[in-house]
């Protein structure tokens, strides 16, 4: 058994790369339907897709070596070369994947350190699988281990002190751009999560002015009537760009929204007021040459990462806190793991023992054809009662001791006491 992760991210690919290969939930779906129809995805036997605006991370668990499988797969998803792909690609392998996922969960890997999301977003990520039926006991179990570490690392230390993230940035950005924040006319394109932390982000630095633009009115109502924004939809975006003094895009649209022409049209109203425009959804929602119009400032979430706020150096302090806590979850998943190296010498000892049991029982009522056949039926429950309580205690000690470094040595002693067959381990 192999547990892999193949994935690229913030640091190792531009947000240019990454927003052609971000999946949607129904990219997500659709790629692991794949697994459960055996499309180019022979040896594996579970899978994961963790889908972000920094990342894109491919789980999988199989029987042998699955890298190239892994990236021909993402390959052919997004239709993008793999000569293209594999500079920008990391793989880890079992411990190194653990480990990672630990990490990620954590929020030691974001771009913003310690960032509230990622946890909701590996969450989402495990229950996608699980719809899609990709996830067995393995990656079901190392997921499960990653989100109870991320919640241990936000409750038990200060990691998530002053929460930072995308979102908080990119107020923290504007905020500092334009220093009048209170009286600067400000545009969120998009009301999911993202739009929402950026709203609540820029009221705590006292902005009042909020336009919040979203495909429809009803998925902005709530936002607007918590936060006191004004409302609007796509069709008037071209106002909302002459109106805004600082415009943060967040929608999940797989596509451009602001293009070049939209912009160039509105500086010519603006009367030669800047503009800044922060975008940070992946795929990217406005036009990156948008950034070369005079008196317009671009910014993307690669533009984001020099632009890290003063808290997160006290929230580097809590780092080695956090690693311990993910130590202590790490020890546990590897005490499952090698537990599951001892399933298959306890099926076998069941199976001898069951197997003996029936050979014998049959030669017993062979020689006792008179018997009734509820009197039968009381000698193999007697015979089952009996095996059970033979095997059990043997079974009860090689579970306890199936985390242990002595493992090994039960496992060999147990085989040559019983008889049983050597055979692989999972």
Known sequence: MNIHCLGINHNTA?????????????????????????????TLNEMVILSTCNRVEIYAVS???????????????????????????????????IHHILQVSAGLDSLVLGEPQILGQVTHALQLARG???????????????????????TETLISRNPASVSSLA????????????????VVLGAGEMAELAVEAL???????????????ERALSLGNR??????????????????DILIASTGAPHTIIH?????EAVRERADRPLVMIDIAVPRDIDEVVGEIENVTLYDMDGLNSQLEDSLVKRSGEVPHVESILAEEKASFDEFLTSLDMLPLIANLREQAESIREAELDKTLRRLPDLEECDRKRIEAMTQALVKKLVDAPIRRLRAEAGNVHAPEYATVTRALFDLPEGPTL
Do not use: M
């Open 14 to 42: 531009s947000v240019r790369l990454r927003e052609r290969l971000a999946f949607s939930d129904d990219q997500n779906r659709s790629a692991l339907a794949r697994l459960g129809c055996g499309i180019g995805l022979s």
């Open 63 to 97: 029987s042998s070596d699955a890298t190239n499988e892994l990236e021909t797969f993402l390959s052919d998803i997004h239709n993008i070369p793999l000569d293209e792909l594999t500079p920008h690609l990391y793989y880890h392998q079992n411990q190194e994947v």
């Open 132 to 154: 899609q039926n990709t996830v067995g006991h393995i990656l079901s179990r190392l997921f499960q281990t990653a989100i109870h570490a991320g919640k241990r690392s936000r």
């Open 171 to 186: 107020a923290s950005l504007a905020a500092k751009t334009v220093p009048a924040i209170a009286e600067a006319q400000i």
């Open 203 to 217: 009221r705590k630095r006292g902005a009042t002015r909020i336009l919040v633009v979203n495909r429809t009115l």
């Open 227 to 244: 936060w006191s924004a004004e409302l609007s939809t796509f069709e008037q975006l071209s106002d909302a760009l002459i109106r805004a």
């Open 260 to 264: 070049l022409s939209q912009v160039e």
